[in-house]
């Protein structure tokens, strides 16, 4: 039974061991035929039960065709040491699986292989369930949730866990409370181990610092070795990875429909990013930082929790198709397109409809009226009228008491600055910075320059979003574009912003929102030295504000009509219907 239950090679190598003793006899063949066979493989030869008192009857067989008695008990002799020695070694190779204890020096890495197959079977229960609640791969960042790479890894769980291979080798068991440092295993670059839960033990990684401090995870976490150090992803369930995200994104304290608005817009998101994983080199779809949205930077809580259970199945599509389901903090008041993101998002078609979050009612949505102070999304592609608008101040409106929905930014110009900020959007993304070359605006490395003659917003979106930006130096004419990378270069790290509330914030590297005017302050030479930014609004202004539905909740919306409001194109569906 140990003989036919080894991998192809080691019954090849067993055959050829045999033959020499027992010689070529007819009982041999059927001998290395049923050894070449899987053992799942359905044989005519013997039962598989019957499969230890098979090779007992070859034995036999073979010992009795000599007709010399001495003969007959060499052969038996010969063939009792070899069947023992073959037992021996499955023995200790049985053994040591079941004691499931490796040193670290012991494993040997077998490649993941990837098994296809034409048959097509009646799915499972769990099969089912996982349509439903799929498993979604997370890319988790280091402490400073700026590097995916790791200088060490050090795990632990409260409970019994497994160290496997990536093709279900179990390496290692390990008994709750111990700490393991992924630097002690002999891993190869490209190489990956997977640490697993028999049951429902989380996992905390103690080299990772989160705003909640150590992080713990549930699901399995799988750690790449890579030269620039460990990647880690955390494979779990959606339902109880948005038990983190929900908290992460918004706080408990929000109220119960808010959770619930939060809690869909988490799992449509997610959901968009199962057929387009944004890692496919560790067949991750996503990671935990602000690029996708946050996870487990604030661990669970009772009323994110309910938020999720309330809400479970429930996803957003677009013309019937998953679809981002962009957020972000706080409204200027207005919302925008998907356009600002003009390197992504190229076709005509817009799946946000930018909306006026100051007025709940449809019909303020589409009005402009100068004397009500209600403007139109698209009016506030003007400079002048946006101006007139975010100078506004309407104590009526929605979040008219939220500390960013206006904010004044105090900064000064620094031109070895600017500059630089110029070459590093440039190495980044080419088509950010455009440099001014007979009449035409082209993507080309920016030139130095020793002043700066005047900046100004060249472009807006509907909303009144600036998507860009217009550099006047000294040795060329530089054309910022896209609402991040102006945030990014205005943000001179010495500059104030005064929000709505009076408190300060100093040195942020990016702006509060590209919802802004500028003021220039000049020097005697008709040089830009510095500027005063009036804004309004925190984030990109995609989908939905969160501030704005924590106030449409206080105002009574429930969490479908908070959706309604801000996702206008995009329907609701209960999956399990």
């Known amino acids: 039974k140990m003989l036919l239950s080894q991998p192809r090679s ?12 027992i010689g070529n006899s007819y009982a041999i063949k059927k001998l290395r035929l049923r050894t070449l066979c899987s053992f799942e493989e359905k044989s005519t030869l013997c039962d598989k039960s019957d499969s230890g ?45 079941d004691a499931g204890i490796l040193s670290e020096q012991q494993i040997t890495f077998v490649p993941e292989k990837k098994e296809t197959t034409d048959i097509v079977t009646e799915a499972t229960e769990d099969e089912l369930q996982l349509l439903f609640n799929p498993l979604v791969r997370v890319v988790l960042f280091d402490s400073s949730m700026s590097e995916m790479f790791h200088d060490r890894v050090l795990i632990t769980s409260d409970e019994e866990y497994e160290l496997k291979g ?16 992924m630097s002690d295993y002999n891993m190869l670059n490209g190489q990956s181990l997977i640490v697993k839960s028999p049951g429902s033990a989380r996992f905390s990684i103690d080299s990772l610092t989160r705003a909640q401090g150590v992080p713990f995870y549930r699901g399995d976490l799988q750690i790449y070795k890579e030269e620039e150090g460990f990647v880690i992803v955390n494979e779990v369930l959606l339902e109880e990875y948005l038990l983190t995200v929900v908290p992460s994104e918004m706080p408990s304290s929000y109220p119960a429909d808010a959770l619930a608005a939060q809690a869909v817009c988490a799992r449509s998101y997610a959901y968009s990013f199962l057929a387009e994983p944004g890692y496919p080199q560790y067949n991750a779809h996503m990671d935990d930082t602000t690029s996708y949205q946050v996870y487990n930077n604030i661990e669970e809580t009772q009323a994110t929790t309910q938020a999720v259970a309330d809400t479970q199945g429930c996803i957003m599509l677009y013309e019937g198709k998953p679809t981002p389901t962009f957020f972000f903090s706080t409204s200027c008041g207005m919302t925008t397109i998907e356009k600002i993101w003009s390197f992504k998002y190229t076709n005509e078609d817009v799946l946000y409809k930018p909306v006026c979050v100051n007025n709940l009612t449809e019909d303020a949505v589409e009005t402009m009226s100068a004397d009500s102070k209600i403007y139109s999304a698209d009016a506030l592609c003007d400079n002048e009228v946006f101006a007139s608008y975010i100078t506004d101040e309407d104590p009526n409106a929605l979040e008219a008491d939220e500390q960013w929905y206006r904010w004044r930014y105090e900064g000064k110009l620094n031109t070895d600055r600017l500059y630089q900020k110029l ?69 001179s790290g010495q500059g104030t912003v005064i929000r709505n509330d009076g408190t300060e914030v100093t040195d942020m ?69």
Request: net charge negative; proline share 3%.
């Open 53 to 97: 008192s098979f090779i007992f009857r070859i034995c036999i067989e073979c010992c009795m065709e000599g007709d010399v008695m001495w003969k007959r008990y060499l052969k038996a002799g010969i063939i009792v040491a070899c069947f023992c020695f073959i037992l021996v070694v499955g023995m200790r190779q049985n053994n040591t699986e």
């Open 166 to 181: 990536p093709d279900g080798t179990l390496y290692a068991v390990y008994q709750g409370g111990t700490t393991i440092d």
């Open 423 to 491: 070459c590093n959007i440039y190495a980044e993304r080419p088509e950010a910075v455009l440099t001014e070359k007979d009449g035409e605006f082209l993507s080309l490395k920016p030139q130095e320059f020793s002043n700066i003659k005047s900046v100004s917003v060249e472009k807006r979106l509907p909303g009144g979003v600036a998507d860009e930006l217009l550099i006047v130096t000294d040795s060329a004419e530089y054309k910022i574009i896209s609402e991040y990378y102006i945030r990014m270069v205005l943000a």
């Open 509 to 577: 590297s990016l702006l509060p929102s590209a919802y802004f005017i500028i003021e220039e302050k000049k020097n005697r030479k008709g040089n830009v030295t510095g500027m005063t930014l009036q804004g309004g609004g925190y984030g990109h202004g995609v989908g939905m504000s969160q501030n704005g539905a924590k106030c449409a909740a206080l105002e009574g919306m429930e969490w479908k009509e908070i959706l309604a409001l801000f996702y206008g194109n995009f329907e609701i569906l209960q999956l399990e219907e």
């Open 10 to 21: 080691a019954r090849e190598s067993a055959c050829g061991l045999f033959a020499p003793c």
